[in-house]
């Protein structure tokens, strides 16, 4: 599991009754893709043989909050937060909608777009699902009703 490290977005307490050894998570804030995510679901799946990969975004979430507003307002950020959300960027330039859904949209089109990156840069991951072996979903969650919303691509 790929999704955020806000403090309301735990896995194992959205999807209640996991306890010790179920969930293989890996959380970073606006669950961006990158090396130590692609190695960390490749760990989870090729060696624990974890069945399924999900990329969660959430309903607000800060970090893609920030990017969109680095797109609407040029707002700049700085340190490494700038660099890490360099992905999220991208999928806030590609959303066409810059009205009151345009964060909510971007959360979607995020978690869409990181089950893709995952199966277009990790060789072993697309080999797992090519064998059948491993599915990957993307998912949002929304924070003030709790339903956990699992996405497919139009
Ligand atoms: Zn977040």
């Known amino acids: 599991m790929l999704t955020c490290s806000d403090s ?9 009754g996991v306890t010790l050894g179920e969930l293989f998570v890996a959380r970073n804030a606006g669950n961006v893709v990158d ?3 692609l190695g ?10 974890a069945p399924l990969i999900v990329v969660m975004g ?14 609407a307002h040029g707002t700049k950020l700085d ?12 999928v806030a330039l590609a ?9 909510d949209k971007t959360v979607h089109a995020n978690a869409l777009n990181g089950a893709e990156r995952i199966l277009a840069e990790s ?3 697309a080999r797992l699902v090519d064998e059948g072996k491993v599915k990957i979903v993307s998912a949002y969650y929304d924070l003030d009703t709790g339903v956990v919303e699992f996405m497919h691509k139009a």
């Open 95 to 103: 959303e066409t909608d810059r009205g009151e859904a345009f964060i």
């Open 58 to 71: 959430h309903k607000r979430c800060g970090a893609v909050s920030a990017a969109c507003d680095v797109v």
């Open 123 to 125: 060789p072993i991951v």
């Open 35 to 37: 090396t130590d995510v």
């Open 8 to 16: 309301r977005v735990v896995p194992e307490l959205i999807f209640g």
């Open 40 to 49: 960390t679901i490749e760990y989870g799946t090729e060696h624990l043989h």
């Open 79 to 90: 340190g490494s937060i700038g660099k890490m959300i360099q992905p999220i960027l991208a």
